[in-house]
């Protein structure tokens, strides 16, 4: 009776590994382990709630391919709708690749200005898979964030989002600060003339 139960689970594990869809279509050890397994259950808990299939690539380099050939390898064969983070150490490059269904319900630009590029390194020398892992992190989440926010879900692993009124009132608070520094800068340098 236990052998049984020892080869049921077995078979269920193996049948659940190889049948099952991943959403990290590639890593070339640019995404930490925990990273993956994150975006792996995120993913699977946005396509259960919403049905957009969300997947990342992060590839070393492009192979001596152009970056639009590799884009179409990874897309050709994704369901509608789907959202692609793809991104390539070497290149530097970046991209958030959505069916024409999905780009409806978020801002492309708005996630990759907001959430990705603040979290880049200045310096090539720091692009390591930790820093790497946070900013591609970072980004998916918000793209997840915004799907369930457009489906009217909420997802039970997701980060919290902080308050969108205190980062606008920071914002504000910040800005005032450095006119009134500009302000005062000129009004001392006129004055010494």
């Not at 020892?6 to 279509?25: A, D, E």
């Not at 070497?90 to 990705?116: G, L, R, T």
């Not at 020398?125 to 900013?135: H, K, M, P």
Request: aromatic share 14%.
């Amino acid at each position: 009776m236990l052998q049984r139960f020892k080869i049921g689970i077995l078979s269920l594990f193996f049948f659940t590994f190889v049948f099952s869809k991943s959403y990290v279509l590639e890593n070339e050890n640019q995404l930490v382990d925990k990273t993956t397994g994150f975006i792996e259950i995120l993913s699977s808990e946005v396509y259960e709630k919403t049905g957009v299939r969300m997947y990342i690539v992060a590839l070393e380099d492009l192979g001596g391919r152009k970056l639009q050939e590799k884009e179409l390898f990874y897309t050709k064969n994704l369901q509608s709708p789907y959202v692609l983070l793809f991104f390539v150490k070497n290149e530097q490059k970046i991209n958030i690749i959505a069916s024409q269904e999905a780009e409806k319900m978020f801002d492309k630009n708005d996630v990759y200005w907001d959430y990705i590029v603040p979290l880049i390194p200045n310096s090539k020398d720091e692009l390591t898979s930790e820093r790497i892992s946070a900013f591609l992190l970072n980004g998916f989440v918000d793209i997840a964030d915004r799907i369930a926010e457009f489906h009217n879900v909420a997802l039970e692993h997701s980060f919290p989002k902080q308050n969108k009124g205190i980062q606008i009132a920071v914002k504000v608070a910040l800005y005032s600060i450095l006119f009134v520094m500009l302000i005062l800068f000129a009004f001392v340098y006129l004055r010494r003339k």
